[in-house]
């Protein structure tokens, strides 16, 4: 079964960090754009960050500039959501997706998607 799978989230405090992880299983994603989305109760699922399949271009939601990172490592076939200076507001279902070479910024743009990991911020 063709997979994405999410890991690392968790409760944190606000201003605390967390780093996700997204790894394939089933078959390689290792060449396709990436892309971190959320979803907070109620909400629709919105952009967060996303980077080619090279790792050269990286795109970022303005609510989450200057904070979170996107990174990925090839040779594991993962995408990293680094998450620094955490807020409330960051709190969320965070998912990842794959689909083509360039970084998409479109929730619809994308084919494959994990199972999302939880992101609890307390103030």
């Known amino acids: 079964q063709v997979q994405l799978v999410e890991s690392g989230g968790g409760l944190v405090q606000a201003g605390g960090s967390l780093r996700l992880s997204c790894a394939a299983s089933?078959?390689?994603?290792?060449?396709?754009?990436k892309g971190w989305f959320r979803q907070a109760p109620g909400k629709e699922r919105e952009f967060v960050a996303a980077i080619n399949w090279s790792g050269y271009s990286t795109y970022y939601a303005d609510s989450v500039k200057g904070r979170f990172t996107i990174s990925r490592d090839n040779a594991k076939d993962t995408v990293y959501l680094q998450m620094n200076s955490l807020k409330p507001e960051d709190t969320a279902v965070y998912y990842c997706?794959?689909?083509?070479?360039?970084?998409?910024?479109?929730?619809?743009?994308?084919?494959?998607w994990g199972q999302g990991t939880q992101v609890t911020v307390s103030s």
């Open positions: 089933g078959r390689t994603f290792s060449s396709y754009a």
């Open positions: 997706a794959a689909d083509g070479r360039n970084a998409r910024l479109v929730r619809n743009d994308y084919a494959y």
